[in-house]
């Protein structure tokens, strides 16, 4: 798949195996870093567990369970989440299709068992917020690389790391966020912090990535923490028993298994 989800921490996670350009920071435009990112190779699929912790202004912190799955299948990847823990979240899914084709948008489902029903995620509800996080539906979808416009703003040197930083403008003027930046490594383009400002301009949620580590030959990001700056709440993702590679069934992404669970 050639999206971007640099939040990319619920459903896909970024994996990439790190590699150095052979072009000076002259010969590279916003675009071309943005798609560098975008086209950084991935298994074909994934499995893991994510733990989940939704932290308010006072430090109160709500864990969540999740077991989730990734599988890339070229011109379309699908990702579904069960949660596991606790009781009042248990069993609720979520599954997402994002596809390659420009001019196709995202297919999103979440399943409550409360309601015993499947609810189609439509596109006014994009800029919800997933579950009580700071993500929204739409961080957790597909981004096209030219749905935005991007500039090379500057370039940065971080604790000994040298980062591109890019400017990301939608095309779209009534997207939830106005611009983005982002600053993205040199070394091997993966994108290790993005802030996001709302429709006044003001910033508005700060991701950054924790860590990452080599899992089966992939670099795996398997800590990240977004943060809603106007809200003062947090959300932090971790990952762990990641598992690359294993063939899993096709038939693991569909509204029946969201009903029946794991």
Sequence with gaps: ?????????????IIATGFTSQLTAQELSGRDIVEKVYNLPTGDDQTSNLTMTLINKS???????????????????????????PADVKNTSFMSWTYDDESKS???WIYLPALKKTKRISSDS??????????????????KLDDDTHELIGEETIDGVDYYLVESIP???????SRTKTWIRKDNFIGLKKEFYDEDED???????????????????????MENVQKNHRTTMVLDNVEINTNISTSKFSERMMMRGM
């Design 203 to 225: 910033l508005l949620k700060i991701l950054k990535i924790k860590k990452f580590e080599e899992i089966s030959g992939f670099l795996v990001i398997t800590s990240s923490e």
């Design 171 to 177: 095309k779209d003027e009534e997207y939830m966020y």
């Design 1 to 13: 798949m050639k999206t971007l989800k640099i939040t990319s921490v619920l459903v896909a996670i």
């Design 126 to 143: 994009k800029s919800d917020y997933f579950m009580g996080s700071d993500f929204t539906y739409d961080d957790l979808g597909d981004r």
């Design 106 to 108: 995202d297919d999103q």
């Design 59 to 85: 430090g109160k912190e709500r864990i969540r369970k999740i077991k989730q799955f990734t599988k890339d299948l070229g011109d379309i990847e699908k990702s579904i989440m069960f949660f596991q823990s």
